[in-house]
């Protein structure tokens, strides 16, 4: 993978060595000794612990050891609600999911919808605030109880979120953000001031509760940035540094790079018809040869193929059927065609039943906002 | 008047070139005409407008079409709190009273705690937020009426406040505000975004209540910076730019400069004890001579001496009083004990009056405030 790569909270692109990745942000690898102690706390451990789709953390250790000597801890993660969401979108949710239940977690959940309206051109803050719906809907759909679930909408909670916000900032200069975020003397007011707004729900629960409450962030690894500088501040306001656990992307269904809205083809939308489903995965890019008779002669190569990607992602819970599929597919047992379908009856199940929940949780979604 | 002199929100010292500063910040005279106007529409001038305390302006002209044209104005203004109340802040809140009253508009007072609290090395939000509260009573004590006078304390009002400036902020670059404020990549973000805040309260009427709604502005000149960034950004998110008059600043009772809470023997307080204000007062700079012999033979100079300046100002409603005081000083048959012991009594009175108002405010408080 010599590929030039970039990525940004703004910007993924690129074949993406996570190694690179690792070093290049100063984060440290989910170890063995890491993944056998959330095994043991567990019970169990989540396929995206097992197969490293969460793959680099910090701090990660010290959650387990606060949860070990009692201490609970908030999940925080976060969404800018620019459009629909899709499955790349729903990749940390599921996995935040399972440390909620599993560590009994309250989850703290952003919808930036600031942000958007501040950063795109396009976009005006009525779409932004409809997306922020839109999009807490499919949050909702995966499970997450209202009980121990607080969905924040900025601008709906923004008194809460900008007198937190306030504090931070009063520690963080234009040159920091300009390093940190590549911000210039362009970059709009609004923008320069937005990452202390990010970084206002690691503290929400300290403030509310009058204690110090650490909290443990699931994300892809582009939002990294937001959280070096809350890091740098949190001590100078009396908080614990918010600890972190990094995940890859999904890869989009077209050739390299993560699946990404602006490319709607190489997209699976939870709100996409079930059946346009299919269209998609089998026009996906997968490992096949030309011909059949190549395939069967000389095997696929999974390691490039989409479609293996989303079962070994999210679709195929069964470590030893991802095996079997990978060597199936390696031999020429195993036709592009017939795993293409095989991927694409997953998907319509999960999807039919993901809508379903979705338009339930219309009329349940006033539990879960914060609004000022 | 040839001395250096510094203007900006942050500091204003040496002996101010009002006609400069005209000149340097772009605005207009206030001129005969615009008087007049003012006198046949309210009926009488403000002591404030025949002396010339407030002298500049932009749009006032525009504001008194629209009123004429049956179009209602609000008026803005607002306080740093960062310390108590003197004298000198209360300067153009007494024409912003009379304002009021003559044209029955609805006043939005700002609290900027929360600038104060981030530019500040020293100030928690603890004391900036108790600071608003004290600030309120003496706003209040002045004769504001509940039923038409707003006060934003900033943390108080953050999610309305901070739901306009996004929508400011996005039209304003940090170039800009560095040129405007003289902001630098060390500032915080915090301060960045600021001008956003300070900005929001003019189109709060307008969001609110759904319609484009003037706004008039009633400050000390060193503000207008902020309402030259705001009236650059209004028609782009579709208000009125926000009108101004500016006033000159309340000499101190020291040499030169405003009065400046820096400096508290220069400054009288609203909660100053009203015996201590004769010390103050007796101690002040005057245009006297060193003895009575001379003061009789050669007359004071009242155009340097800082009580003939409170007369003028603050405390001498009778324009003939004034000349008065003026002749009998040049022609040395004032003495300058004679003059500070009855302006003394005048802001005894005064205090008196105000504290008692001052403190029946506390239980009227909670009627002004906006809080989301």
Redesign the interface.
Known sequence: MSEEFTVTPWEVKGFIDYDKLIKDFGTQPLTDEILERVRRLAGELHIHLRRRIFFSHRDFDWILDKYEAGEKFILYTGRGPSGHIHLGHLLPWFFTRWLQEKFNAKLIFQMTN?EK??YRHDLS?DDALKFSYENSLDLIALGFEPERTVILID?????T???I???I??????????AIFG???????????F??IQAAPCFIESVLQGRNIPCLIPAAIDQDPYWRMTRDVAPKVGFYKPAQVHCKFLPGLGVGGKMSSSMPETCIFTIDDPDEVYRKVMNAFTGGKPTREEQRRLGGNPEVCTVFHYEYYLFEDDDKRVKELELMCRSGQLLCGECKLELAAKIRLFLTEHQKRREDARNAIDKYLYI?
Do not use: C, Q, W
């Open positions: 600031d309206f501040l803050m601008t709906l909670a923004s008194k979120l900008y007198n916000a306030i504090r900032a009063k520690h963080v200069t234009t040159s920091t953000v300009k911000f210039e003397d362009s970059t709009n007011i609004g923008m320069m001031f990452p202390a000022d």
